[in-house]
């Protein structure tokens, strides 16, 4: 039988866990040796490294491109390509979006231990896309500059694109162009003033966050959503708190130079918003045992409270002093989070 590769601290974590049932006696000596001999700790993660080296080579490979459009020879290439039709463009784009997505999706299924391989073809096919959407954009381009609707084009091509092939890392593109489309969109239907209904961008996008996140809990238990429900709601929240994160910097104010004028602590509210916010999200993950919105809660309440230590108190305030309240803030939520943590688990046998 094959043994079953964990890393140092999944290891740690099953040796402790046996030796708890051992001690307990919910295994005997012998169900425990045969548990320790089932896995092993892996060497070097292969794996991590693979991941890590395509990334690599697509930003080279996007570099590389740079430094070539840069070179002379190039770009008198290029413009001789100047009069090419934007349609003709667009469909050249999309064949190759078409053969790089059948040549990742065939990769798949022959190779399906090349994860980050297939990915990388998927993605290069994902550009593709959006340079054929981009062209096609300017082939009917009417000149009333509302280009939103090519970020709008874009969820569906790629939310087709994502259910029709499984991928996540479409889905994702796909995620990223509806946040863009609604930036882009209220920008449109205002003008591209400052406001809209009264909300500069980070306030806009905390309330699409706090609705993305809403809607991954309406859908968390439809059987078509299961396969992007975690990613959804991880995006989801990336949205609402990095939008809550720059809304208690910079408040509800639309122009750096109106900004720049006013006094830092008379946006303090914002920031006690924010830190409610991400400390409710923290309370609800340890209470209901929801991973990521307990990670998500525990990482931007420290960054919130860095952020504004920061702003108001670096250059006057005793940094023992501040330290020491930073240390008991959180060993009162630690307390509670132990607190919850009873009430929730079953009692030890």
Known sequence: MAKLNLDRQESEFLNNTISHWEKHHLVDGEQAEKLRASYEVKGFDWM????????????????????????????????????????????????????????????????????????????TGVLSTACSIAYLGKTFDNGSG????????????????????????????????????????????????????????????????????????????????????????????????????????????GSLDVWWTIKQISLFYWGIISAVVAGAFLLYGLKNKDVIAREFGITFLIIFLYTKYFEYFWDGTNKTLFFSILALSFWLIGRKAEKIWNINSPPTP
Not at 70 to 88: C, E, F, G
Not at 193 to 222: E, Q
């Open 48 to 123: 991590r490294l693979a991941k890590y080296s395509f990334w690599v080579a697509l930003i080279c490979g996007v570099v590389a491109v740079g430094s070539l459009i840069v070179d002379d020879a190039v770009i008198n290439w290029l413009k001789s390509l100047y009069d090419t039709p934007d349609i003709v463009i667009a469909i050249l784009s999309a064949a190759a979006a078409v053969g790089l997505f059948y040549l990742g999706r065939r990769r798949e299924k022959l190779y399906p231990e090349k994860i980050f391989s297939n990915e990388a073809v998927i993605f």
């Open 146 to 253: 509302h280009y939103s609707l090519l970020f709008l084009v874009s969820v569906f091509v790629y939310g087709f694109l994502a259910w029709r092939m499984g991928s996540r890392l479409i889905w994702l593109f796909a995620l990223v162009s509806l946040g863009s489309w609604f930036g882009t969109e209220t920008g449109y239907q205002t003008k591209w003033a400052l406001y809209f209904l009264g909300m500069n961008y980070p306030l806009r996008f905390v309330l699409f966050g706090l609705l993305s996140v809403v809607a991954c809990h309406i859908l968390k238990n439809k059987k078509w959503f299961s396969f992007f429900w975690e990613l959804t709601y991880v995006v989801g929240m990336l949205y609402l708190f990095m939008s809550l994160w720059l809304l208690s910097i910079f408040g509800n104010y």
